[in-house]
């Protein structure tokens, strides 16, 4: 089940590493995050190398539905209520400085970009809408609240931000990751103070990016209970709803709307990584109902990393490794968030000031009642008597019959029927599944 992005692009293809190198510094994970990170690193002439462990691209980032935008559900009036005015209004020019480098970025690569008003919207609590467009206008943001009826979602109210983006996020990452220093099918097996081994050869780094969705380094940070995963799906319709912007609901559970060309991108069924969701059957019976003309041209699922407050890790992996360096705990936010990440890391690692650092430093307060949650399911996950466990923790893994496979509900690695390894952070394929 491929999503519509990898059905509409040829791909870029690396070698795999076969001797031992020495670079600055090291990114590991091809994803869009590492790739970024790459490129603005390559452009201030640092030398780097990115090892994937598959193919560039090849997971969370092809399953993206690649919106764009200063919207990150009902953040902002969230952030002025529990950390002020100035910390919500950095945390917004931070993603309009992303927003408008993927702007000029795309002006030079053919990638479908193209410009789009974004909705959120609430079916449940009107209040929070117009919350969130107060919030935004305390911020110097224009907002608007509008009805979104043509939607068939029933009675909703919207807030809006005009001129956001969407794209085809493949089409934009393989025609820049073309001329950079990348190994695919590079697996790394081990990392060490200044040296990381994979199956092909020892690379030897000053600094290292870890850019792998989920982090794989247990010891340091702090990350099995700081974040947990959250799985959503896709189904690209064909012969469905023009929509005219982007569209997703304030709850979690909720559903998403954004055109591609002639197809329609409804997103939906979500649920935390080894529990119950709707999943595709959820977004097939909305389909059937409301678009019952529709063809289903491709379906695909991804998973998100989930922080404690909503706000991104990025920056010095913990206090103890002055030069590991993380970016992860997107939240649903990928696209401008990775655009974020590559542009502060990429002064952390160069030794240049960075005003937004701070602000997503992984270090900040672990003080939030998802800290509990999160402590609880793996609590649960650990003493519940069943086999096969998970090889990254120890909790017990959960089969998931939509797609037959079998997922863990502490940390959200994921495994096919066999046991390779789907998604971190576990490292390692399970045997005797």
């Known amino acids: 089940m491929y999503s519509i992005w990898r059905e509409t692009v040829n791909p870029v293809n690396f070698d795999k590493l076969s001797e031992n190198k020495h670079t600055d510094v090291l990114i590991v994970g091809g994803g869009i995050a590492g790739i970024l990170c790459a490129y603005m690193l390559k452009k201030q002439g640092v030398d780097c190398i990115v090892a994937e462990a598959d193919e560039i691209c090849g997971k969370t980032t092809q399953n993206t539905t690649a919106k764009i935008s200063i919207q990150h559900g009902l953040i902002y009036d969230k952030l002025i209520r529990q950390k002020g005015l100035e910390f919500a209004g950095k945390y917004l020019k931070a993603q309009i400085l992303a927003c408008k480098e993927y702007q000029k970025l795309c002006s030079d690569i053919p990638c479908d970009y193209e410009i789009a008003d974004s909705y959120v919207y609430s079916i449940d609590d009107l209040k929070k809408i117009h919350a969130e467009a107060a919030a935004l206008a305390q911020l110097g943001i224009k907002a608007s609240t509008t009805d979104v009826s043509y939607l068939p979602i029933g009675q909703a109210l919207a807030v809006c931000v005009k001129k956001q983006a969407q794209f085809n996020p493949l089409k934009f990452l393989f025609g820049i990751s073309k001329d950079l220093p990348i190994y695919e099918h590079t697996k790394v097996l081990e990392i060490s103070k ?10 030897t780094f000053n600094k290292v990016i870890i850019a792998t ?22 189904l690209a319709l064909e012969n469905a709803q023009k929509v005219d912007g982007i569209y997703v609901d304030e709850s979690l559970t909720g559903l998403s709307f954004r055109n591609y060309k002639n197809l329609l991108l409804l997103g939906g ?13 959820e ?21 998100d990393c989930m922080t404690l407050d909503g706000i991104p890790y990025i920056g010095q992996y913990s206090r103890n490794t002055p030069n590991m360096f993380v970016t992860t705990g997107f939240n649903k936010w990928g696209m401008s968030s990775a655009m974020l990440s590559a542009m502060i890391l990429n002064d952390l690692i160069t030794g240049k000031t960075n005003k937004f650092a701070s602000i997503f430093s992984p270090s900040r307060s672990m003080l939030h009642p998802q800290l509990a949650i999160n402590a609880f399911e793996s609590a649960v996950g650990l003493l519940t008597p069943t086999s096969p466990r998970c090889p990254h923790l120890g909790c017990a893994l959960k089969y998931n019959r939509h797609e037959h496979s079998w997922d863990c509900p502490c940390h959200g690695s994921r495994f096919s029927k066999s046991g390779k390894l789907i998604d971190t952070p576990a490292t390692a394929d399970k045997k005797n599944l």
């Open 213 to 234: 969705h989920f982090p794989i380094i247990n010891k340091h940070g702090g990350y099995f209970l700081k974040m947990y995963q959250h799985r959503s799906y896709v």
């Open 283 to 303: 977004l097939e019976a909305f389909a059937h109902k409301h678009y019952p003309r529709a063809k289903t041209i491709a379906k695909w699922a991804t998973q």
């Open 194 to 203: 200044n040296k990381a081994i994979t199956h092909g050869g020892t690379i």
């Open 269 to 281: 069924g979500s649920h935390r990584t080894g529990k119950t969701g709707g999943n595709w059957q």
